[in-house]
C-alpha cells in the first residue's frame, strides 16, 4: 500500500496525495486536519514503526508561498530538539510530485479538548491544566531561545498525552525572528487565531512581533483555563480580529462561569500581566510567566488541607488568629456582629483567602467565616506566612501596612455604623415623648423612662446602657424619679 485508499480523491479521509519515492508506508486513516495541512497515520513499512504524516492540503499544492511556509513547519520543528515538542523524522519538497514529512505520533488530547471535557463533568481541572501550561512555557522559551517564535499559541495546539506527555503543536505560522520583516518591507499580513492574537500581530504588524508576542498568547492560554473562553470571542472572525487589534478584553473574574470555579486572584494577576496591550508592560521572558505560574503551584499544592463540613465556623469573630485559609472546594459565609446583631459581609469562594489580617497583625479575629456546604481549605500557617513575607522585608512592611490599614478601616466602619445606630435611639426617642409624652413645667414633655428603655431596647437590640449614656448625652434631656424629661432650650 502506498497510500491510496478506496475513497474518492479529495475526500480527505484516506491519503491520496503521491508518496515520495522510496518511501514504503501504509495509510492507517486520517488523524486530524488543518486550514492548510492534514495529518494521517500511517506505518513505516521499512521501519516497522507508525508515523504522523502530514501533506499539504490538495487545493494549496499549486501555492509557492503555502508550499515554503508548510517547508519552513517542517524545518523549523525538525530543529527544536526539546522534549516538549514533537521530532520531524524526514521532509519530502518535490513541488512536482509531493511535499509532506513524517514526525512522531501523538496520543491523547489536546488541551482545548481536556478543558472542555472538565467544564462537562464540572471537574475543577485547574491545577492540572497549569502544570500543561508550565511544559508548554518550557517549549516556547527553547524555541526562543533558538530565535523561534511560535505565534499561533492556543489550547488546541497543546497536546496532552495519556502517561504526562506535553507537546506543543503546529509550527506553521512559526517564524525566525531574525527573518522578521522591517516596517517599511512589512506586507501588513495577519496570520494566526484572532481569540487568542496580542493587539501588534491583530493589526498585521509584523515588524512588531517578538518574544512577547509569544508571552501574550500564554496569557491567553491561561485566560482560558480561568475564564472557560479565550480573551476574544466575537460573533465572526473579523469582529473578534478587531476587537484583539483594541485590544479589548474582559477580566477572567469578570467573566461569569458556573457557580463553584476556582479563580484564584494571583492568576487572574498573572493573566492581566501577560495579556497588556503595551508589549513593555508584558513578562518581558517566558521564564518569568512560567516561575509566576510554578510559585502559585508549589505554595497551594504545598498546603495541608482540612475540611469543613456546612454550618461549621471555620474562624470565629473574637479568636486569636494562628493561620489563614485558602478555600480549595465549596463555598464560606463571612460575618460580623455589631451592636448584638449579625450581618452579612459577603460569600467567600474556591481560591479565595480569608483570615490572613489577623495573623498580619495579631489582632482578634474581626469576622466569623462559616462553611455554608461542605468546603475543603488549604491552611497557611503563621511559618508559612512568615518565609513569604522574609522574601523581602520591603513586601513584609507592605502587607503589614495594608492589613492594619485594613484592619483601622474596618473599626472606623463599625464605629460609624454603630454611631448611626444610637443616633436612630435618640430619633425614637424624640418621637415617643412628641406621640405618647406629657406635658411637664415650663414647657417639658416626660415619660417614664425605664418602660421607654425596655421598649428601644426591644426594638433596636443596643444594650440599655449604651442607650442611656446616648439619650442623656443630648442636650435637654434629663431622668428624675423614673421620668424622662426633655426640656425646651434656654430653660
Not at 117 to 142: I, K, W
Not at 197 to 204: D, R, S, V
Not at 325 to 349: D, M, N, P
Request: with cysteine.
Amino acid at each position: 500500500m502506498f497510500g491510496f485508499g478506496k475513497k474518492q480523491p479529495g475526500d480527505g479521509k484516506s491519503l491520496t496525495q503521491p508518496i515520495p519515492a522510496g518511501w514504503q508506508i501504509a495509510d492507517l486513516g486520517l488523524l486530524g486536519a488543518g486550514g492548510m495541512s492534514r495529518v494521517y497515520r500511517v506505518r513505516d513499512e521499512s521501519l516497522g514503526r507508525e508515523v504522523a504524516f502530514k501533506v499539504l492540503r490538495p487545493e494549496l499544492l499549486e501555492e509557492n508561498e503555502a508550499i515554503d511556509r508548510f517547508v519552513d513547519e517542517a524545518r523549523i520543528t525538525a530543529q527544536l530538539d526539546h522534549p516538549n515538542i514533537p521530532p520531524v523524522y524526514a521532509l519530502a519538497a518535490d513541488r512536482k510530485r509531493s511535499t509532506c514529512f513524517t514526525m512522531k505520533v501523538l496520543e491523547g488530547q489536546s488541551l482545548q479538548q481536556m478543558l472542555e471535557e472538565n467544564e462537562r463533568e464540572g471537574v475543577d481541572g485547574l491545577f492540572a491544566s497549569l502544570d500543561v501550561l508550565v511544559r508548554v512555557c518550557d517549549a516556547v522559551s527553547f524555541a526562543h531561545s533558538k530565535g523561534v517564535l511560535h505565534l499561533d499559541l492556543k489550547p488546541s495546539n497543546v497536546m496532552v498525552g495519556e502517561f504526562g506527555q506535553i507537546y506543543l503543536v503546529d509550527w506553521g505560522l512559526a517564524r525566525r525572528k531574525a527573518e522578521l520583516p522591517t516596517k517599511e518591507t512589512d506586507d501588513g499580513t495577519m496570520n494566526g487565531t484572532p481569540a487568542y492574537m496580542a493587539p501588534e500581530q491583530a493589526k498585521g504588524h509584523n515588524w512588531d512581533i517578538d518574544e512577547r508576542t509569544d508571552i501574550f498568547a500564554l496569557g491567553g492560554i491561561l485566560y482560558r483555563i480561568l475564564a472557560g473562553k479565550p480573551p476574544y470571542l466575537e460573533m465572526s472572525a473579523d469582529e473578534t480580529r478587531e476587537a484583539a487589534a483594541r485590544a479589548e478584553l474582559t477580566p477572567p473574574d469578570q467573566v461569569h462561569r458556573r457557580e463553584g470555579t476556582t479563580m484564584p486572584r494571583r492568576l487572574v494577576a498573572i493573566s492581566m500581566h501577560a495579556l497588556q496591550p503595551n508589549k513593555d508592560q508584558r513578562f518581558q521572558e517566558v521564564g518569568a510567566f512560567k516561575q509566576e505560574l510554578e510559585e502559585f503551584i508549589r505554595g497551594m499544592a504545598q498546603l495541608p488541607r482540612k475540611t469543613f463540613a456546612a454550618g461549621e465556623a471555620i474562624v470565629r469573630e473574637g479568636e486569636e488568629g494562628d493561620a489563614a485559609y485558602v478555600i480549595f472546594e465549596g463555598h464560606c459565609q463571612a460575618t460580623r456582629v455589631v451592636a448584638g446583631k449579625t450581618q452579612s459581609l459577603r460569600l467567600l469562594g474556591p481560591g479565595e483567602m480569608f483570615g490572613e489580617t489577623a495573623v498580619f497583625t495579631g489582632a482578634p479575629r474581626s469576622a466569623t467565616v462559616t462553611a455554608i456546604m461542605d468546603t475543603v481549605v488549604g491552611v497557611v500557617d503563621q511559618l508559612y506566612l512568615r518565609e513569604e513575607m522574609e522574601r523581602t522585608s520591603f513586601m513584609s512592611l507592605a502587607i503589614r501596612t495594608v492589613a492594619s490599614s485594613f484592619l483601622d478601616l474596618n473599626a472606623q466602619t463599625a464605629a460609624m455604623t454603630e454611631a448611626k445606630r444610637l443616633d436612630k435611639v435618640v430619633d425614637l426617642t424624640l418621637r415617643h415623648l412628641a406621640l405618647l409624652g406629657t406635658n411637664g413645667t415650663g414647657g417639658s414633655r416626660k415619660t417614664p423612662w425605664k418602660a421607654l428603655l425596655a421598649k428601644l431596647v426591644a426594638e433596636t437590640g443596643i444594650p440599655e446602657e449604651d442607650i442611656s449614656r446616648r439619650v442623656l448625652k443630648e442636650k435637654g434631656f434629663d431622668v428624675e424619679n423614673d421620668q424622662l424629661i426633655l426640656r425646651p432650650p434656654n430653660t
